[in-house]
């Protein structure tokens, strides 16, 4: 049961996941110097933001700028959403080395988030593959509500095999598997990772978006690990949340995860301590509590 892998890689993605439904909008500086914290406390994996219409994400007006100001660090990846071709041409301008693309696997989120079916999504989808593979980026394919829907309830496993096939025929390097809800339980969260495993091939890698709503997001992160998963999304204090989906909340906490795996001797990198201080920070900038816990326990330990 606790034959976990020795060394996981997590995906920070506060700066993209959690900006996207606050009210404050950080500065490019303010970005740039949360990036800089979080490579200082060990994190090598960083979603800086989208390249959405600001019309739609305000908080992401800024992306471009930003990723024209990033100064790179080697061993380092910075990664960016794309949601459409536009959003895609923008992205490849900034010279971003990695991307993810996603869809939902329900219709209802798929109609809220972008107002488009199901059906054309994955007709949509599969340009924005190919031509991001084809540039040469590493690309990511996300299925959204993954583990079942706000408004909808159950996903068919079947429907989130094909999307993952698809992806697996294009050439997707990854597939991340969503949580979008906060539905998924440890079980749920072994099954769908055993049966979308089988659906595709071993070059592909598999990760997990987990967000925290029934706050079993540590607990399905442990049953991620069990199932052989070594790629999971977190987010620096907890922040986040998707402005589609009714009381979300945000992915399980950057320095929760770290700390949770470093006490299973599960390699990170990563200094919790560090992130926890950085998440304070955050709760300054933002004029907000956020609902990480070990950013506000002592640091003894």
């Not at 978006?209 to 607990?219: K, S």
């Not at 049953?223 to 402005?243: E, K, N, R």
């Not at 509590?289 to 326990?297: D, E, K, N, T, V």
Request: proline fraction near 3%; charged fraction near 20%; glycine fraction near 8%.
């Amino acid at each position: 049961m606790f034959d976990l892998p020795k060394s996981v890689i997590l995906e920070d993605e506060a700066l993209r996941d959690g900006l996207q439904i606050e009210k404050t909008q950080l500065s490019v500086a303010e970005i740039l110097q949360f990036v800089k914290g979080l490579e200082a406390a060990g994190m090598r994996r960083i979603q800086v933001g989208s390249f959405v219409h600001p019309k739609w994400v305000p908080q992401m007006a800024n992306t471009d700028a930003v990723f024209q100001e990033l100064e790179r660090t080697p061993g380092v990846v910075y990664t960016a959403l794309v949601l459409n071709l536009k959003g895609l041409e923008r992205a490849l301008k900034c010279n971003v080395s990695h991307l993810s693309v996603s869809i939902s696997a329900s219709e209802t989120h798929s109609q809220k988030n972008t107002h488009r079916s199901l059906a054309d999504s994955m007709v949509h989808i599969r340009e924005m593959i190919s031509n991001s593979v084809a540039a040469g980026v590493t690309t990511r394919g996300g299925i959204q509500s993954a583990f079942g829907c706000a408004y909808e309830g159950a996903i068919s496993t079947d429907v989130v095999c094909d999307i993952a096939r698809l992806y697996d025929s294009l050439g997707a390097h990854e597939i991340n598997l969503a949580d979008s809800a906060g539905l998924a339980n440890p079980k749920s969260i072994i099954e769908l990772v055993t049966k979308v495993r089988a659906a595709v091939s071993p070059r592909v890698t598999l990760s997990l978006h987990l967000h925290d709503t029934r706050g079993l997001g540590i607990a399905n992160m442990v049953a991620g690990l069990q199932a052989g998963v070594t790629l999971f999304d977190s987010s620096l204090g907890g922040l986040g949340g998707c402005p589609f989906i009714p009381k979300a909340a945000g992915n399980i906490a950057s320095e929760d995860a770290v700390y949770a795996l470093q006490e299973m001797g599960v390699e990170t990198g990563i200094d919790w301590r560090k992130l926890a201080d950085l998440a304070i920070t955050l709760e300054e900038k933002l004029g907000h509590s956020l609902p990480g816990r070990l950013a506000h326990l002592p640091r003894a330990a």
